[in-house]
């Protein structure tokens, strides 16, 4: 029988920073273990069936999917999350929309609506962190709705509740406290569209027009009609949109219009309030 330290030597991924990585990510999901375990016991030998699913996994990342796709689920926050071809995975940077969403309403009790939810990431790690809080995620794929329920359910969290709505379409005379959305930004001509991992992701997650704008434009001029007094706004957005982004949220009445920086330094989020 081949040993764990064998199949990761043959693992043969191409050349990349992540490759071994990825490799003991596979070969841990199919023994059911963690990577730790497959450092301390390189030598010991892997069953038939785990080695078969693990070189059917190696195939499936060799294509370039991603292993947040293969395996079915990837960590955001302090959470485990399943994810699915039809959502975006969630990212690192995402949790900064998060963090700062924390920063700005008390903890004591409020609405929050969370629009575009996918996997519910956004809306679960903020029902986890403010239990006073009630926190409804919506998504217009319904398949997308359904996944975040079963998040939300794994994970217990009775404060959170998710629904089909294309934005605010399925949410007339609703009124929120503050109003969070990481939504598609990428400008439709984007050349990283077609490199790495995203290739894998669903285009309605990602591309929002010619500027990447056309979703962020219509959240803008909607959420004034659910905020309450006073309520904030937050938006991820691209590197390079946070001007355009302050400019369209200052146009359209927002005050306290500011952007925040990501891990890499790019202004990552703005948002405003409104009164
Ligand atoms: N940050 C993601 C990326 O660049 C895009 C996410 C989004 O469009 N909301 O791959």
Known sequence: MPTIESLLHSADLPDSPSARLDAEWLLAAALGKTASYLRTWPEREVPPACAERFATDLARRRQGEPIAYILGRQGFWSLELEVAADTLIPRPDTELLVETALQLIPATSARVLDLGTGTGAIALALAAECSAWQVCGVDRIESAVALAERNRVRL???????????????????????????????????????????????????????????????????????????????????????????????????????SRLDLGGHERISLGRFS
């Open 156 to 258: 217990g969290l009775e404060n959170a509740a998710f629904t089909v709505s294309n934005w605010f379409a399925g949410l007339q005379g609703e009124r929120f406290q503050m109003i969070v959305s990481n939504p598609p930004y990428i400008p439709a001509s984007d050349p990283h569209l077609q490199k790495g991992d995203v290739r894998f992701e669903p285009q309605s997650a990602l591309v929002a027009g010619v500027d990447g704008l056309d979703d962020i434009r219509s959240i803008i001029s909607q959420a004034p009609a659910h905020l309450q007094a006073g309520g904030w706004l937050l938006l991820e957005h691209g590197y390079d949109q946070a001007e355009a982004v302050r400019a369209l949220l200052v146009c359209q009445g927002f005050e306290d219009v500011q």
